[in-house]
């Protein structure tokens, strides 16, 4: 596709549970980023990558969340052991390379924890 | 002292006003400055990028930037109701551009 493409779009789940987020960013876009929305706490950076390897994973909250890239593409965000405060909008975006190109977003996924 | 502050609004404007979206900012390091629209339930998409401190004009939208003062806007002229979005001004601060974010400003305009 022409866009980032995010997946699911929205997912509920009930605490404690595992969930994992899917990445598909522009074909050719070697940077990618993960970014939560959520109301209280605004646009916060998660984590970065640069082909598969993530050199700046600084705003992972807790050890319970965790990323990985293969094939310089596709990238999952994991989330262990789900905790409501997890609930948010999880977005994902790349740009061409690291050299603060402009940043294309996909529309997020909307996590609930009940 | 967060290292960005953006006017929360809400803005409610009529259709055709002119509206002005504001930013100040700490870290000086910022070098490049951007604004995001982001509709509800849908992901930031790029609307100015610039660099260099003065303005930048791009249709009914224009950025001004002054770095002595850290301060940065984005104006939207003959404002429509398809401009009612939430704007985000936003900041790369490193060498691969992780952004930081100001919290948004809710923009109305009514018919």
């Known amino acids: 596709g022409a866009g980032v493409s995010q997946s699911p779009s929205n997912k509920v789940t009930e605490k404690g549970k595992d969930v994992e987020l899917r990445c598909d960013p522009i074909?050719?876009?070697?940077?990618l980023y993960w970014y939560r929305q959520s109301l209280g706490q605004g646009l916060e950076f998660l984590i970065y990558?640069?082909?598969?390897?993530?050199?700046?994973k600084s705003g992972l909250p807790s050890d319970r969340f965790s990323a990985e890239r293969t094939g310089g593409s596709v990238s999952t965000l994991t989330i262990q052991r789900t905790q409501q405060e997890d609930s948010a909008v999880y977005l994902c975006?790349?740009?061409?390379?690291?050299?603060?190109?402009?940043?294309?977003f996909g529309d997020g996924t909307r996590l609930s924890i009940l | 002292q967060k290292e960005v502050e953006q006017d929360p609004g809400p803005l409610s404007v009529p259709e055709g006003a002119i509206v002005s979206l504001n930013c100040t900012y700490s870290?000086?390091?910022?070098?490049?400055f951007m604004w995001y629209r982001q509709y509800s339930r849908k992901g930031p998409e790029l609307l100015m990028y610039?660099?260099?401190?003065g303005n930048k004009e791009d249709g009914r939208f224009t950025a001004q930037v002054d770095k002595s003062s850290k301060y940065i806007s984005l104006f939207i002229r003959d404002s429509q109701p398809s401009d009612s979005a939430t704007y985000l001004c936003?900041?790369?601060?490193?060498?691969?551009?992780?952004?930081?974010f100001g919290q948004g400003t809710i923009l109305t305009v009514h018919p």
């Open positions: 870290n000086s390091a910022f070098q490049y």
């Open positions: 990558f640069q082909g598969n390897s993530a050199p700046d």
């Open positions: 975006a790349s740009s061409l390379d690291h050299s603060n190109q402009p940043q294309h």
């Open positions: 936003a900041f790369p601060g490193t060498s691969y551009g992780k952004l930081t």
């Open positions: 610039t660099y260099s401190s």
């Open positions: 074909s050719g876009h070697t940077a």
